[in-house]
């Protein structure tokens, strides 16, 4: 709130500035416009503050809210031609603050209503548009010190503007306070005119509704919704309707209205007696509307109804928790509630309300606060009395009971057993700090609760321990952890839907290949089932095992389509293939019928990747699943995820999608895990949602390679010795390893060039000190150790010898064939290698 020159405001602006500033501290509280208005009654005196604001054509301005006397009073207008005459259109196009008092202006038409020309006003333009309108009924009418308030009030009601932006929307609904109009102008559904010498009442549809009646059954008498009404409010409503009990200004009273259709209904008159004139009678105008929101009239029957309702739709215990502290703590007046299952001889606290530490008693607080705290009932002797007896017992102020219990409700205590089918299931304890009086209906209501809570916490239990199964079922289908990536790290999270009990098809799955390429892959079954989830794993296994043959993303995407085709199962499935080069920084994207994949790159701007992609797994026989290409940057995030979390029956995967982005443009990769579990704390939880994310960094050291094709000649075996001599030397590799290189080549090629056909490739790589060799031919033959050899033997020498020389070695299938590979560490830092 701006405070400049505040030494030089009156009193009452600097009063209204505080008052003003106490509101702006807490942005996000209810109504926060109208108590801005509020304040213009309060410090400037005035009797009507009003916001009006255009509307989304521009043509009009339209009210927005309003506060004091109903502004039909004042013949305010619930919209005005921005073109008009009238004050607030003036101001909105002036842009200046017009002033006007019960005169008008010399020379000029008053444009004001004829039912405010006796009254002050004062309009003030708003920065985004629209003006700010205060009416005042004063003999002095705004003085400074009323100016410089509705100043701050103007500066005040911007600031709400541009916090919660409510004015572009909120104008077009033209809300407005409702009151019966004076004169011609219009009537809202609940307004209603009152003529006090015949008694007759002209009232809205809205009102005759809150009285149970409808428009053809009335016939316009007050006598008649008198009779509505309790008994015992008719002597305070009485002093409103009758006129000899009601003076000049503005009246408001709460009283009972007699329902056919359940228990009386508080209502709330708002109301103004206009006094008469010349062939015109005394009315009362004003509104009435529904105020059992605010009063609490809801009998112990309703109660026990409500909670009924409540826990029938309560799942988990957490939500039974919820249901019982909302139907008993605030409306019993309680300063304390805790529910507590049975487990064996322990009672574990699955709520505290409230849940502060200090609100509950030492012990509690220091020996069995945990995260789920819980206590041994042998602690407290008189509950584990009232559970064995298996009914509520009520203590009054100053039973003498052991400190765990009496500091709980010092001014009362009860305790309600839980029990359910014969079993305990748990207690809910609730305290009072003041005395409080048990009445007779009170002690019935607390023992029909215990048998419904009971009842409930036993089956949420059972679906809390069915629920916790079915998600292990499906833990154990997804890995146990990721791999260490070389220059990434990737995180994974997976939550199971809790809309119901079947296992679900969400998977994910990372697989290092070979040359420092990582496969990040996402998936989805069709389905909530034991069917869907055993085809999740067989489609994982597949993915997985296509990739690690070396195919390229789309060939291994067809392959799984192809298998899923073959199986003949009623069930789909989507997919999104990411292929990432670690040492390149790029990737090749395929997707199957799923979300496209978000990359956050490292100045925090966000891409949802824009690729054709392909139907669904197991669909179509044969088709394409196009390839995207993907640029990835040191510090670049791939995020991919599953349609649970972007889409819902509330929410279209568009709008998921860029929630998704949104979320990761904010976060800070630089804790990738905390980003996940950010992410997922808007899931809807009606579906599974996995969700994997990779932080590219790129390679410290990025590895020298060169390749070699071998051709079919008599001296094969001699130039490729001689391409590896050449290259070793050029990397720095020293003597002894590049001897034992050497013959580790001349045995790889010459067993592919002797028991295979095709295309034989030699490949040399050299990262973090170690020498990799690797061989590739067109056989899927994988070379055998023999077990035993004689010397007459004339082969398999050389799978011994390239063993003997090698730290590891091994075979990898590729497309088409295999490769067979060792690798030699080195001792020292090879000059050629970069640092």
């Not at 701006?2 to 942005?27: F, H, K, N, Y």
């Not at 103007?154 to 600031?159: F, I, L, P, Y």
């Amino acid at each position: 709130m701006v405070s400049e020159g505040a030494a030089e405001r009156g009193t009452g602006a600097l009063r209204a500035e505080a008052a003003l500033r106490t509101i702006a501290s807490d942005p996000a509280a209810p109504g926060r416009l109208r108590r801005v208005l509020e304040q213009a009654l309060v410090f400037s005196g005035a009797a009507l503050a009003a916001v009006y604001a255009p509307a989304d054509d521009g043509d009009d301005l339209r009210l927005v809210e309003s506060a004091g006397v109903p502004r039909t009073l004042y013949g305010l207008r619930a919209s005005y031609p921005a073109d008009g005459r009238s004050p607030a259109a003036r101001v909105h196009r002036e842009r200046r603050p017009l002033w006007l008092g019960p005169a008008p202006p010399a020379g000029n038409a008053d444009p004001r209503p004829a039912s405010a020309r006796d009254a002050h006003l004062a309009a003030l333009p708003l920065p985004g548009g629209g003006c700010l309108l205060a009416l005042g009924e004063r003999p002095g009418g705004f003085d400074t010190d009323d100016r410089a308030c509705l100043d701050l009030v103007a500066e005040a009601v911007a600031d709400v503007v541009r916090d919660a932006a409510v004015l572009p929307t909120t104008a077009a609904r033209a809300t407005t306070t409702s009151a019966l109009p004076v004169e011609n102008a219009e009537s809202g559904p609940g307004d209603f005119s009152l003529a006090m010498d015949s008694g007759r009442v002209e009232a809205g549809d809205a009102l005759l509704e809150l009285f149970g009646l409808s428009r053809a059954g009335f016939d316009g008498r007050v006598e008649t919704l008198l009779g509505l009404t309790v008994p015992e409010d008719l002597p305070s409503l009485m002093s409103v309707v009758e006129a000899d009990h009601m003076t000049i200004g503005e009246r408001e009273l709460e009283f009972r209205v007699l329902r056919s259709d359940g228990p009386p209904r508080w209502v709330r008159l708002r109301g103004r007696l206009l006094p008469g004139g010349t062939g015109r009678p005394a009315r009362l105008v004003g509104t009435v509307a529904d105020a059992s929101t605010l009063r609490s009239a809801v009998t112990d029957v309703a109660r026990v109804q409500r909670l009924a309702a409540s826990l029938a739709a309560a799942r988990t215990v957490r939500d039974v928790s919820q249901a019982v502290v909302s139907a008993l703590r605030a409306p019993l007046g309680a300063d304390r509630l805790a529910l507590a299952e049975l487990e064996n001889d322990r009672l574990v606290v699955t709520v505290l309300d409230p849940p502060e530490p200090e609100a509950w008693p030492d012990l509690w607080r220091l020996e069995w606060r945990t995260e789920w705290p819980d206590a041994p009932v042998r602690a407290m002797p008189t509950l584990a009395s009232a559970l064995r007896e298996s009914r509520t017992r009520i203590w009054p102020a100053g039973t003498a009971l052991e400190p765990a219990l009496a500091d709980v409700g010092p001014g009362g205590l009860a305790v309600l057993p839980l029990s359910a089918a014969g079993r305990m299931a748990g207690a809910c304890l609730i305290g009072w700090d003041e005395p409080h009086e048990f009445r007779p209906e009170e002690r019935a209501l607390l023992t029909a609760t215990a048998g419904l809570v009971g009842q409930a916490l036993t089956r949420a239990h059972a679906f809390d321990a069915e629920h916790e199964l079915v998600g292990m079922l499906q833990r154990q289908l997804l890995p146990r952890r990721l791999p260490r990536l070389p220059g990434a790290v990737a995180v994974a999270r997976y939550l199971p839907a809790t809309a119901g009990l079947e296992v679900g098809g969400d998977w994910y799955d990372v697989i290092p290949l070979s040359d420092h390429h990582v496969a990040l892959v996402i998936g989805d079954v069709q389905g909530h089932s034991t069917a869907a989830a055993t085809l999740m794993g067989q489609m994982r296994t597949a993915l997985r095992a296509y990739a690690t043959e070396g195919h390229p993303p789309d060939v291994v995407v067809a392959h799984a389509n192809r298998l899923l085709v073959e199986m003949e199962t009623d069930l789909f499935a989507t997919c999104c293939y990411v292929d990432v080069d670690m040492e390149a920084g790029t990737a090749w994207s395929v997707r199957a019928g799923h979300p496209q994949p978000v990359l956050r790159h490292p100045d925090g701007s966000t891409e949802i990747v824009e690729s054709e992609g392909g139907p669904p797994l197991g669909v179509i026989s044969q088709t394409d699943f196009p390839m995207t290409p993907l640029r990835l940057l040191p510090g670049t995030v791939v995020a991919l995820t599953t349609d649970g979390l972007v889409e819902s029956a509330d929410m279209d995967i568009d709008i998921g999608m860029e929630r998704l982005a949104q979320g990761l443009s904010v976060s800070d990769p630089a804790h990738l895990g905390l980003v996940a579990d950010a992410l997922l704390g808007s899931a809807h939880r009606g579906d599974d949602v996995a969700l994997l994310l990779m932080r590219y960094d790129g390679m410290a050291v990025k590895p020298l390679r060169e390749g070699w094709t071998v051709w079919r000649v008599p001296e094969a075996a001699r130039h490729a010795r001689r391409f590896t001599r050449r290259t070793l030397r050029a990397w720095g590799v020293p003597a002894d390893a590049m001897d034992a290189a050497l013959l580790v080549v001349s045995e790889l090629v010459t067993n592919a060039l002797v028991h295979t056909d095709g295309r034989v490739r030699l490949d040399l790589g050299l990262i973090s000190h170690r020498l990799r060799l690797a061989v590739t031919d067109a056989s899927p033959r994988t070379p055998v150790k023999p077990p035993g050899l004689t010397w007459e033997a004339t082969g398999g020498r050389g799978i011994l010898l390239v063993e003997a020389v090698s730290d590891a070695w091994g075979t990898v299938p590729v497309s088409g064939g295999k490769q067979v590979w060792s690798e030699i560490p080195l001792e020292e830092h090879p000059q050629g290698s970069p640092d």
